[in-house]
């Protein structure tokens, strides 16, 4: 039977980006809505002559909320864990455990096949080394602030954490991150940001920003006010459910993928090179102090970017 283009990009996640070694095992967790990719992936891993188990569980309504506790379980048991699935399980602690006990995991959330196709097509090698650079320059500053022609000025402070690349190479044990990917990321102090973002490219949970942005003002770390159209209106409404740690400044990242488009599918568009995110809620995966399961970024356009009093970035271009 010929390879499909999909079958070629599960070929990719598992052998090059998972390095996955003909004697380690690989387990796919996806749901009902995913179940097609993750049997891709599935169906590859055995042909690749890997020992591979195929888990589907009932689709979480939110990311970040926790997989039953059978497949959280199993997911310590793999070498390999590949998770396509609806609602992000990146920032659980059933990742978090499973990757502390040696597991490589990737995550795909809300993953489509020519997301899948189009994103695992990009040159790792080169990602991988851009986000790593972005990484260490991030280890060494204090302050970061983005503007944007839409009216973005933040300012975070990011002192003493450590930025994590999201480079799509899991090669060691424990490492973990989404497929497709590129971006290097950190949790910005609790407490300490201060300013305005405008959330013109798309919202986790929302999808591509259609006519107003999303105006979202902080205050001492949190997000105080929400505004802008309906859809800052089904955001604001979300972030009320979860209380006042939903509002966090959780993450800043800076996409790497030059072949990520904004999609409406946060996957893929907080990878696009050329923007920024923040995120709001749960920051622990990364580093911070807040768990909770809930983590909504927000992607922004043609930001220009300070590391310290160093432009890094000029309008969506890396000066780097």
């Known amino acids: 039977m010929k390879a499909t283009k999909l079958d070629k990009a599960c070929i990719i996640a598992i052998k090059d980006c998972m390095g996955a070694q ?3 095992s690989v387990l796919i967790v996806t749901d009902e809505f995913k179940n097609k990719i993750g049997y891709a ?3 590859n891993a055995k042909e690749l002559g890997h020992e591979a188990v195929f888990l589907e569980f009932k689709s979480r309504e939110m990311h970040g909320q926790e997989p039953p506790q059978q497949i959280a379980e199993m997911m310590k048991l793999f070498d390999v864990v590949l998770c396509p699935t609806a609602k992000s399980l990146t920032h659980t ?6 990757s502390a006990l040696g597991s490589r995991i990737a995550t795909f959330p809300g993953i489509t096949e020519e997301i899948m196709v189009r994103g695992l097509n990009a040159d790792y090698h080169k990602i991988a080394a851009l986000t790593i650079k972005l990484q260490e320059i991030l280890n060494e500053i204090k302050i970061v602030r983005v503007t944007a022609p839409n009216g973005t000025d933040i300012t975070m402070n990011i002192t003493g954490r450590k930025a994590l690349p999201s480079k799509g190479l899991f090669h060691k044990k ?13 949790a910005p102090l609790e407490g300490k940001s201060n300013g305005v973002f405008l959330v013109d490219g798309s919202m986790a949970g929302i999808g591509v920003i259609k006519g107003k942005p999303i105006k979202i003002e902080v205050v001492d ?4 006010n929400v505004t802008g159209g309906p859809q800052a209106k089904k955001l604001d409404e979300t972030l009320n459910k979860y209380g006042k740690l939903a509002r966090n ?3 800043f990242g800076i996409g790497t ?3 990520a488009k904004l999609s409406g599918v946060l996957l893929e568009d907080e990878k696009v090179m050329g923007t920024i995110h923040i995120a709001l809620g749960d920051n622990k995966s990364m580093g911070g102090n807040v768990d909770i399961p809930i983590h909504l970024d927000g992607v922004v356009k043609k930001p220009t970017v300070y590391f310290d009093d160093n432009m890094i970035m000029k309008a969506g271009k890396l000066l780097i």
Do not use: C, H, Q
């Open 22 to 24: 003909k004697n380690e």
């Open 41 to 43: 992936l599935f169906k």
């Open 93 to 98: 602690n059933a990742r978090r455990n499973a």
């Open 174 to 186: 424990g490492e973990s991150g989404n497929l497709p990917t590129g971006e290097a990321y950190i």
């Open 221 to 224: 770390g949190y997000a105080v």
């Open 249 to 251: 400044i959780a993450e």
């Open 257 to 259: 993928n030059d072949k």
